[in-house]
């Protein structure tokens, strides 16, 4: 494990922010920096970034290391997240980017992995009925005051009564399905790894704390025992088509390792 903090401060965020916006301005016209073969020296691992990615990650340098690099990804992250969307506006996207892959009328309920129709999502404006599923903040809506309750990298579909067991319960370690523990919340084997990445795109993008969700550590842990699923996959897609932004921690778990250490997640970009 690395000596890096496990959270970036209020005030560096900011930073980022004030120089991204500098950053825009000045390079408009700079050359891209090549991507395409990057050894990450440490360990000696070989990052072929996809043709696909190219261009978004074009201003990271995968061969820094550690906070340099969390930076590089961050200032990324959110200068790409053009579009920012209000808390409101997510029933005109969620339920596309939550489909069930391969069936756009059906959407998959994050925990317990059930199939629901697309039409039976909780509102005052809607007027089909059931009405069986709202929507989880992953990271906690009460946690968070800033622009991160609408950011859709950590929206969920989940049944009305789900989400209420969930609360605003802190993530802990457990096995199996769903589960409250200790007045903590598992969020079963098939989603923990979903859960993970989510946290650390909160902590990359708004700074939010590893420690009010749970723990680095378990993050960490869960990032590499679920690996990133085809679900996931299509959510990151949609949601860059909307906000603009990706989620580099489904693009290729790997990062985590390079920038916090622990175990050795799966590198998508061999």
Request: aromatic content about 12%.
């Amino acid at each position: 494990m690395t000596n890096i903090q496990l959270t970036t401060p209020k005030a560096l965020l900011l930073i980022f922010w004030v120089s991204t916006l500098i950053f825009s301005c000045k390079n408009s016209n700079t050359t891209e920096k090549s991507t395409s073969n990057i050894e990450f020296h440490k360990d000696s691992v070989l990052l072929k970034i996809p043709s696909a990615l190219k261009s978004y990650y074009s201003q990271v340098d995968f061969n820094k290391d550690d906070l340099v690099l969390y930076e590089d990804l961050a200032t990324t992250t959110i200068s790409k997240h053009v579009n920012i969307q209000s808390y409101s506006a997510r029933h005109k996207q969620l339920y596309d980017i939550d489909a069930k892959v391969g069936q756009r009328d059906s959407v998959v309920l994050i925990y317990s992995g059930e199939i629901r129709y697309r039409e039976e999502f909780l509102s005052g404006g809607n007027n089909y009925k059931p009405q069986t599923f709202n929507t989880e903040h992953v990271y906690p809506q009460s946690l968070i005051v800033n622009t991160a309750k609408g950011d859709l990298h950590h929206l969920r579909v989940c049944d009305n009564r789900v989400n209420s067991k969930r609360s605003n319960y802190p993530f802990t370690q457990g096995q199996g399905s769903y589960k409250v523990i200790d007045k903590s919340w598992f969020p079963g084997d098939e989603w923990k790894g979903d859960v993970a990445r989510m946290i650390m795109y909160l902590n990359l993008r708004y700074a939010e704390s590893f420690e009010d969700a749970g723990s680095l550590e378990l993050f960490l842990n869960w990032n590499v025992e679920d690996p990133v699923s085809d679900f996931e996959i299509q959510r990151n897609d949609r949601i860059e088509k909307v906000q603009g932004n990706r989620n580099p921690f489904i693009d290729n778990p790997y990062l985590a390792t390079m920038i916090w250490g622990g175990p050795k997640a799966d590198n998508h970009w061999k």
